[in-house]
């Protein structure tokens, strides 16, 4: 646990993330501890009625994290935590005692930090993926719909979109393929650019097979074909992803279809052999075939690296993609935890300034309401209004000021504020 309570002088409260993430705790916990859709209101109604009065809940399968600000200030920080943890632990049906190690606090500034880098994917598992932004999303309209955000919590989810944006645009952490599925689908488009246009043939109803081609169906490939010896499990796959079936023995006439070919069959023989692709290109008039064997033993003879217009990976080569891709997101990490300090900075900068306004506008209508009244008394004499407008505008501060010397332990401290605030040392060195 992590307890950095130090207060931001412009919330009327204290920021709070309390949570379980892929780092702090067993996947055994984060699956006792998922909130699932339709759960949300009934435990944000349980943080409601332990004094905090906006939140939002993020779960998904890398963490379990409640964003929260309570005004409450009667509670102190330990019992604050104390009964989140006890909120989680009923909804976990598991002890406080089983939760407390596993779980991370952050307070005010750190929670913020933490709320931006969440929303900016630079805490996830895989950094960078894009699913997380919209979870929170999602996670603050409903918090919305069921009156448990507002003024504070609003302004720094706000920000966090905003720093979110701004990381993906200054930095590339969000290019690179980091998972098997999506180097296979981003090496497709680059061969063949817009994937609407293309077929792929999925050969065999091996795991990874029907991953990457359901990768591929949610980017928007044009048809997706299934084939198997057995027309069952054929038809199996063709039910699973809402595709199209063929028979196995149609092989060599799909392969004048197939754009991009998938061999995941796994029967110790070639499916694909380099004679029939080669025929088969000379057929498409040699438009090029992107080829994938996730079989072990290969699916397709490794002959056909020799065929013109044939692009063949293995597992390996895809595995090296995606280490790469993970190792840039890595890198550029750096900066975008540089743009997350840096906006966090400006947000509390920004708010902390904007605090003063309200103080700043009083004052000015104080000056202005004495400016009057002085012209009032004075009648025409400059002198005499200038006179009494020091006079008057000063006599409250004075006082104010002798009062704070005889009792302060640190008048230095003031008489620096105050040379500050009235540009007093300026004054010495013209």
């Not at 964003?67 to 604050?80: G, H, R």
């Not at 044009?222 to 038809?235: Q, V």
């Not at 006439?253 to 052999?273: F, H, Q, T």
Request: charged share 25%; aromatic share 4%.
């Amino acid at each position: 646990m992590v307890n950095t309570s130090d207060p931001i002088n412009f919330l009327p409260g204290r920021v709070l993330v309390v949570g379980a993430n892929h780092r702090s705790s067993t996947m055994a916990l984060r699956d006792r501890l998922f909130v699932e859709v339709g759960a949300e209101p009934f435990l944000l109604e349980d943080l409601k009625n332990i004094g905090i009065g906006q939140a939002i809940i993020l779960s998904t399968c890398d963490r379990v994290e409640i964003q929260a600000f309570c005004e409450d200030k009667s509670i102190d920080d330990v019992n604050l935590v104390g009964n989140v943890t006890k909120v989680l632990a009923q909804h976990a049906e598991l002890e406080p005692s089983e939760l407390i190690s596993q779980l991370y606090v952050y307070w005010n500034k750190q929670a913020i930090r933490q709320i931006f880098a969440v929303t900016s994917s630079l805490d996830s598992l895989i950094i960078g993926e894009p699913q997380v932004l919209g979870q929170i999303k999602a996670s603050h309209r409903l918090s919305k719909k069921v009156g448990m955000t507002s003024s504070s919590l609003e302004s720094i989810l706000q920000a966090a979109y905003a720093t979110a944006k701004k990381v993906r645009k200054k930095t590339a952490i969000g290019e690179r393929p980091v998972s098997i599925a999506a180097a296979a689908t981003q090496l497709a488009g680059d061969l063949h650019g817009d994937l609407r246009n293309c077929c792929v043939l999925l050969i065999g109803s091996g795991e990874m097979g029907e991953l990457i081609a359901s990768n591929m169906l949610t980017t928007g490939i044009g048809k997706l074909i299934t084939i198997h010896p057995l027309e069952s499990r054929a038809e199996e796959m063709a039910k699973r992803m809402n595709c199209h079936v063929a028979a196995f023995e149609d092989l060599p006439n799909l392969l004048i279809e197939a754009d991009i070919v998938l061999a995941s069959l796994g029967r110790r023989r070639y499916a694909v052999k380099a004679d029939v692709l080669e025929s088969a290109i000379k057929s498409r008039r040699h438009r090029p075939v992107f080829l994938i064997d996730l079989a072990l033993p290969g699916d397709i003879d490794p002959h056909v690296e020799r065929v013109d217009d044939a692009f063949f990976y293995s597992l390996n080569d895809l595995e090296r993609v995606a280490m790469k891709g993970r190792a840039v997101r890595e890198d550029e990490s750096i900066a975008a935890w540089r743009i997350v300090d840096e906006e966090l900075d400006f947000f509390i900068r920004d708010h902390t300034e904007r605090s003063a306004v309200p103080v700043l506008n009083r004052l000015r209508s104080h000056f202005n309401t004495t400016r009057k009244q002085v012209l009032k008394d004075s009648g025409s004499d400059p002198e005499k209004v200038t006179r009494l407008l020091i006079n008057r505008l000063l006599h409250a501060p004075t006082e104010a000021l002798r009062k704070l010397a005889a009792d302060s332990d640190d008048w230095r401290e003031i008489e620096k504020n105050i040379s500050l605030l009235f540009g007093l040392d300026d004054e010495k060195k013209n």
